[in-house]
């Protein structure tokens, strides 16, 4: 169900922005330092503008996800050796004590 909910929202999302770049055909021109121009349509200003920020987004966490799983990676190690552990002092013998 969630599959399907997020399969709608992603048709949805693509018609809306199709729909934006037809609507939004005309041509800007954008002023970049160094005397760099760029002239094209306004859709693809956006859609460059926002792919740049998807990517920024994702180095920005890169750090913090590979910091997780170094974490994760410590975590299981450590469950591993807990759960051989309990193993170990299942195999013991009890010893009657009178």
């Known amino acids: ?12 999302v ?8 037809v609507l939004n055909r005309q ?3 954008l002023n970049y330092y ?3 121009k760029w002239s094209g349509p306004l859709s693809m200003a956006l859609l460059a ?5 998807v990517v920024a ?11 997780m799983q170094r974490q ?3 975590a299981r190690k450590e469950i591993r050796q807990i ?3 309990v193993i170990n002092l299942r195999a013991l013998p009890i010893k009657d004590v009178i």
């Open 1 to 12: 169900m969630k599959r399907i909910f997020y399969t709608v929202l992603a048709i949805l």
């Open 27 to 29: 041509i800007v021109e």
């Open 72 to 74: 994760l990676v410590q």
């Open 49 to 53: 503008a926002f792919a740049f920020g």
């Open 34 to 36: 160094f005397g760099l």
């Open 57 to 67: 987004g994702y180095i920005a966490s890169l750090r913090t996800v590979v910091r």
């Open 14 to 21: 693509l018609l809306i922005g199709i729909a934006f770049a």
């Open 83 to 85: 759960e051989q552990e």
